[in-house]
């Protein structure tokens, strides 16, 4: 039983809602969020065929004497918790001497040390609220051009070629939930963090974005024939009250704090024809609040 579905991180939203917008400060910080999240997307995949009585958390934020630390999913079982840690790498690597690196020799960060710090923490975790279950640990590689020479057998790691072998092992698992489990999962859900504060998201003003509809599939900017918004780049076509609605949950989501107006709305969206369509939408949509010129609308 999913206890906590997947959802898409705030700062991977947030900058995939601002990358089309303006020059990212950090590019590379957003393609790796993004390629984490589809390796995590992978994991969820791989274990849709997961039969055994079990809970599934998705992405835990948790802290321990100050310290915060993320659990990509836990799987609780009757005898055991299950860490996994969903890594999206591609290419050839190897270990040399408990340090990987690439085919070529360059040194990469040890994989196993944040699964590793997770377990030891949640260990803590759980005695501190005198819940003690067996918690084992194991890295998952999600990318099917991933591969690792000479890997130690007792390595705690699922190969996208193993992936199958060890879904049949956790369903071959006796397990049964109980009251002692559904408490365990209460706790943890309980004590996550929804926002993690050490988070940095890039400084971003309204008026210095470029403003349009993005395409839903591919976030490029899309055109309103007068009927639909149309992506030049992909095709995909939308018709307007859902692209403008669309819109203004980014526009929400990036400005909590800026009023939705038929002015605001219309310049965010970035268009060109009559505002009386989105009058129209925020009247049929929203409650009006004021009146005339200093009207606005809220949820």
């Known amino acids: ?35 984490g999240f ?15 009585d079990c809970f599934v958390i998705n992405d835990l934020l948790l802290q321990q004497n100050r310290n915060f630390f993320q659990i990509d999913k836990m799987l609780i079982f009757q005898e055991t918790i299950y860490l996994l840690d969903s890594k ?11 340090k990987w690196k690439t085919i070529s020799g360059i040194e990469i960060q040890n994989p196993q040390l944040q699964i590793k710090r997770s377990e030891t923490l949640l260990r803590k975790l759980l005695q501190q609220h005198r819940m003690n279950f067996p918690i084992e640990s ?6 099917s051009e991933f591969y690792l020479y000479n890997a130690p057998p007792k390595l705690p790691a699922v190969f996208p070629n193993q992936i199958h072998r060890f879904l ?4 071959r698992l006796d397990s049964k939930m109980t009251y002692k489990h559904n408490k365990l999962a209460e706790k943890l859900l309980a004590l996550h963090f929804h926002k993690n504060p050490h988070t940095q998201f890039p400084d971003y003003d309204y008026h210095e974005l470029k403003k349009g509809v993005l395409c839903v599939s591919c976030r490029s900017f899309m055109t309103d024939n007068g009927v639909n918004w149309v992506c030049a780049k992909c095709g995909y076509d939308e018709d307007n009250k859902t692209a403008i609605m669309r819109s203004i949950e980014e526009y929400k989501f990036l400005f909590p704090n800026r ?15 009559s505002k009386k369509k989105v009058n129209k939408l925020l009247t049929n949509r929203f409650i009006r609040m004021g009146h005339a010129n200093a009207s606005y609308y809220i949820d």
């Open 88 to 98: 999206y790498s591609k290419g050839d690597f190897f270990i040399d001497d408990d």
């Open 259 to 273: 009023k939705i107006t038929t002015n605001n709305i219309y310049d965010w969206c970035g268009m060109k024809s």
């Open 1 to 35: 039983m999913i206890l906590k579905p997947r959802e898409v991180p705030t700062e991977l939203k947030t900058l995939r809602l601002l990358r089309p917008r303006m020059t990212l400060p950090d590019e590379q910080h957003y393609l790796n969020l993004e390629k």
């Open 38 to 52: 589809t390796g995590e997307q992978q994991l969820d995949t791989w274990l849709e065929n997961l039969t055994t």
């Open 138 to 143: 194991t890295l998952v590689f999600t990318h």
């Open 168 to 171: 049949e092992k956790l369903n």
